[in-house]
């Protein structure tokens, strides 16, 4: 996606698991039905999700993006009433806790959102 995203459009969370990034793929990839349970839009709704993962001194950082939010109906259910950075907000809160499982699922690190 290019250019500069809408206010409102993207929530960034960057982890960090104590495993290597090809370990830490297989482990976001192969493994997420054991710690993310996926939310629900229509077929025409859809949101991006870009996930990185790089190498860091304590196994691996992973970032996840979460963009697109700003073509979704401001009364649809995934926003819970709120819009704007409130709403991004709590989409970055939300991904913390589901890397949190994450990061479980792959042993002890810290975590920033």
């Known amino acids: 996606m290019?250019?500069?995203p809408p206010a409102g459009?993207?929530?960034t969370v960057t982890i960090t698991v104590a495993v290597a990034p090809d370990e830490a793929f297989l482990l976001f990839t192969r493994d997420i039905n054991l710690w993310w349970w996926l939310v629900n839009f229509a077929p025409d709704e859809r949101t991006e999700v870009e996930?990185?993962?790089s190498p860091s001194a304590s196994g691996t950082r992973v970032t996840?993006?979460?963009r697109g939010w700003s073509a979704?109906?401001?009364d649809h259910p995934a926003r819970h009433g709120l819009i704007g950075?409130?709403?991004i907000r709590m989409i970055g809160l939300w991904w913390g806790e589901q890397l949190k499982?994450?990061?479980a699922h792959a042993g002890p690190a810290d975590i920033r959102g």
């Open 72 to 74: 979704l109906r401001r």
């Open 85 to 87: 950075a409130e709403f």
């Open 9 to 11: 459009d993207q929530a």
């Open 101 to 103: 499982a994450l990061i």
């Open 64 to 66: 996840v993006i979460h």
């Open 51 to 53: 996930v990185l993962f």
């Open 2 to 4: 290019s250019g500069t």
